[in-house]
């Protein structure tokens, strides 16, 4: 069967398109030739789209915060090429203890406070604070719609994919799991879209995703539409992985806020996984700190290569 495999980044300050989508690549690859053989054999006949918006949110970022991008390709290297020397065994709670810079405070002070600032209504400001373009991805604003801009990087590799016959994945890391689950609402409801009501998505796979967030949630399309229409039709299998101590997927069940997709029939499974991300970043005095956030942590972790792994085995 032909696999098409949607990647899809997350938010803040992104390196040039080749080299994000490199890193990607060489980190998917890694995780899945340490653990599955076979599947790694295979993965050479997957087509691969990136959906790449990380010049949008550049420019959103230098006007915001007033102060020009650094390409950090090198650094995301590093870590990168870190992450490749642990075996499947190594990414555990013990190993994860010993990083340096490892604070949980963010995260912890995110499960508590967020229900009550949602309350007070404070929650968008904290958001705004701590990642502004993911504040700007649902405001319309004198920039413009940045959502409407990102969501567009989706629209032609979703279109492609599902033209093709055979199975498609998304696998989706931070701000883009709200861009894909956005984009797969409007290809499940909106009338230009009427030809792929019907096609799925077999796989999306959301890391470090913060869908979980009451706040976000409240911002998602569907927002004002009733029981089953308030949710994409087109997802067969969604699994989400989530790192300790990762502030932006603090609520790290999704599950919970999404099992009425299964109640109506919308979904076959959905199924939530912890795991301790093993990434550190090293600054320019060779300081290191862990960032359990980071997208190559994710993607070369076990549970995400067995996750893959499934997907590209299966008939």
Avoid: C
């Avoid at 102060?67 to 994860?96: C, H, M, N, W």
């Avoid at 799925?200 to 539409?225: C, I, M, N, R, W």
């Avoid at 599950?255 to 029939?265: E, L, N, Q």
């Amino acid at each position: 069967m032909n696999k098409t495999l949607i990647l899809i980044h997350g938010r803040s300050w992104k390196p040039e398109e080749s080299s994000l989508r490199s890193l990607w690549l060489d980190a998917i690859r890694s995780g899945l030739k340490r653990d599955n053989t076979e599947a790694y054999n295979r993965f050479s006949n997957v087509k691969v789209e990136f959906v790449y918006y990380g010049d949008i949110n550049n420019r959103f970022l230098e006007e915001a915060l007033k102060k020009p991008r650094v390409d950090d390709s090198d650094s995301r290297r590093i870590t990168l090429e870190q992450l490749k020397g642990y075996t499947a065994g190594q990414f555990t709670k013990r190993k994860y203890n010993t990083l340096p810079g490892k604070e949980s405070f963010k995260e912890g002070a995110a499960d508590v406070l967020s229900p009550i600032l949602h309350f007070f209504n404070l929650s968008e400001a904290l958001i705004a604070e701590v990642a502004p373009d993911m504040k700007e991805y649902w405001t319309l604003s004198g920039r413009g719609n940045l959502g409407t801009e990102v969501r567009r990087q989706m629209i032609k590799p979703l279109k492609r994919a599902l033209d093709r016959e055979g199975s498609t994945a998304i696998v989706a890391h931070s701000l883009g799991t709200m861009i894909a689950y956005d984009t797969l609402w409007k290809f499940s409801h909106y009338g230009e879209w009427y030809d792929y009501w019907d096609k799925k998505v077999d796989l999306f796979l959301t890391l470090g995703s913060p869908l979980g967030d009451v706040t976000v949630q409240e911002h998602l399309k569907g927002l004002e539409a009733e029981k089953a229409m308030k949710y994409p039709w087109n997802i067969r299998k969604w699994v989400n992985i989530a790192a300790e101590d990762d502030y932006i997927s603090h609520d790290s069940k999704i599950s919970d806020d999404y099992r009425k997709m299964k109640r109506y029939g919308l979904l076959e499974s959905i199924r939530d996984y912890k795991i301790y991300n093993l990434s550190v970043r090293y600054d320019e005095d060779g300081k290191g700190k862990s960032n359990p956030h980071h997208s190559g942590g994710y993607l070369i972790h076990p549970t995400t290569a067995r996750v893959v792994a499934d997907w590209i085995l299966a008939p």
